[in-house]
Structures are given as structure tokens and as C-alpha cells.
């Protein structure tokens, strides 16, 4: 299973945060009208953003199980909520062969965190029918949909964003990835088990100020170009040149678009 390192997971969050989807989140929140408590089971915690961007909207009694193939990053998020009034639980395996672990005894909701298009068609079909046996709910957020927009433009920002959608479906661990295509088929796989949703865009929109993660963005593209070969490495690197030169100059914009969905079982009459 592929991992990332705590400094990205934590340059992203805060663009994370503004980006997820207002009206998404806020059915979550709305669906746990009534409740009491709630076990949450967080699928690729990371650092546990999920849990920093839900825990404060949900019923004050809580029990979260972090779940990652890292553990010095459900290290680090235990640090980070240390300060939370919930009960927390760090349970380090790798969802490619540990799913039904992490999916062991009473769930309220699942969450799955810029997870599902690192995953294969199959392994999203074993989560969906995971789920669905046992009626739990899910909120997955910040699913790449292969969406982008920069300015200003360069004649090889489409091939460039081609190639990063094309990386984007080789093997993160789980098989060949859906990519830029998850959110789509997790809605299509929920909607066949008789699930409800809610979904919407959580674009990252990135103004000329926020440069730093605008950096990061070009290069991860301009690697994933290189992997992929269908462009000269002499034009990736001078791509990359001017994307750099954008930036720095500070005329540089970009959009990256991602999907996030809430989505409950329908309870037969």
C-alpha cells in the first residue's frame, strides 16, 4: 500500500480542510441527529485530518479507529488529537490484505481520506460489500477525478496532466488504481447496494500567495510524467522550468479537482 510522508500529509491539510465539500459534510454531521456516541473506523488515517475536520461536529462521545500502513503516522496523528474528548485507537496493517481486520466489530461510519483512487476496482467492490453487509455508513473525501485547471497556460500543461492521470491508474499497492475514475465507480458500486448519496466537487483551488504547495503539486506531476515516459524528460524538466518561474513570479493558479461523497444505506419498508 502506498504511504506519504507526515510533511505532505500536513502542508495538505489545511487545503484539504477548505476544499472538502460543505454540503457533503454537513449530511454527515445531519445523519448523526439523535446519537449518542459513535465508533468511526478512519481507512488511510494519515494524520488523522479526517478526524480533525469531523470529530468537533459529531456527538461528544466518540471512538475513533485510525487505521494506516504507517505507523509513525498514526503516531503522529495520536500526538496531533491528543487534546480530543474521544477515545482513539491506532491500529497500524495494510489495507490490501487487512480490510476485514479493520473492519472488525461495531461501526457507526466508515471514512476513507484521498484513499479510494489508490485503490483497484476489485479491492473497492470488497469494501463496498464490507460495508453494505453490515449497513455502515461512509464519508470518502478527496478523491482525484482528473480534473485540472492552470494559469497561466503552457502548450504542455495537457499532455503533462495526461500523463499524472495515466500514473495515476498504475499499482499503489492494491493493484491497478482507478484513478482519476474512484469516485465515480464508488458512487455507481453504492448505488448497486441500495445506498443513498450525497456528493459533491473538493476542488484545491490555489492562488499566486500559496506557492509552497503549488511547488509540490509540479513536481509530483512532472515525476509521475517521467514514470509514465510519454513525454521527453528534456520537456518535462523545462515544463516544470517554467511552472517554476509562474509561481515565483507570482502569476501562478491552479485547480485540482476531487469528489467527495456521503453515502447511507436505505432501509427497506
Not at 13 to 32: G, H, I, Q
Not at 145 to 156: M, N
Request: glycine residues 8%.
Amino acid at each position: 500500500m502506498t504511504s506519504f510522508s507526515a510533511d505532505w500529509l500536513a502542508l495538505r491539510e489545511r487545503y484539504d480542510a477548505r476544499a472538502r465539500n460543505p454540503v457533503v459534510l454537513d449530511a454527515v454531521v445531519a445523519s448523526t441527529s439523535g446519537c449518542h456516541s459513535m465508533r468511526i473506523v478512519d481507512l488511510a488515517a494519515g494524520i488523522g485530518a479526517t478526524l480533525r475536520a469531523l470529530a468537533p461536529r459529531l456527538p461528544a462521545r466518540q471512538v475513533w479507529r485510525l487505521v494506516d500502513n504507517n505507523s509513525e503516522l498514526l503516531a503522529h496523528a495520536g500526538k496531533l488529537a491528543r487534546s480530543g474528548a474521544f477515545a482513539l485507537e491506532a491500529c497500524a496493517l495494510d489495507l490490501n490484505c487487512g480490510l476485514e481486520d479493520a473492519l472488525s466489530g461495531p461501526i457507526d461510519l466508515v471514512t476513507a481520506f484521498a484513499l479510494l483512487d489508490l485503490v483497484s476496482e476489485s479491492w473497492l467492490a470488497g469494501l463496498v460489500g464490507e460495508i453494505a453487509q453490515r449497513s455502515i455508513p461512509i464519508y470518502a473525501t478527496l478523491s482525484y477525478d482528473g480534473r485540472t485547471d492552470i494559469g497561466p497556460a503552457d502548450p504542455l500543461d495537457a499532455a503533462i496532466v495526461a500523463a499524472v492521470n495515466q500514473h495515476q491508474r498504475t499499482d499503489k499497492g492494491f493493484g491497478p488504481a482507478l484513478g482519476p475514475a474512484a469516485g465515480s465507480a464508488a458512487i455507481a458500486q453504492l448505488q448497486s447496494m441500495n445506498y443513498s448519496l450525497v456528493h459533491g466537487t473538493s476542488d484545491w483551488v490555489l492562488g499566486p500567495d500559496e506557492r509552497e504547495m503549488q511547488m509540490k503539486i509540479f513536481a509530483s506531476w512532472a515525476s509521475a510524467a517521467c514514470a509514465i515516459g510519454s513525454l521527453s524528460h528534456a520537456d518535462t524538466v523545462a515544463w516544470l522550468a517554467r511552472r517554476r518561474d509562474a509561481v515565483i513570479a507570482g502569476c501562478s493558479c491552479v485547480r485540482v479537482g476531487h469528489v467527495d461523497f456521503f453515502a447511507t444505506p436505505v432501509q427497506a419498508l
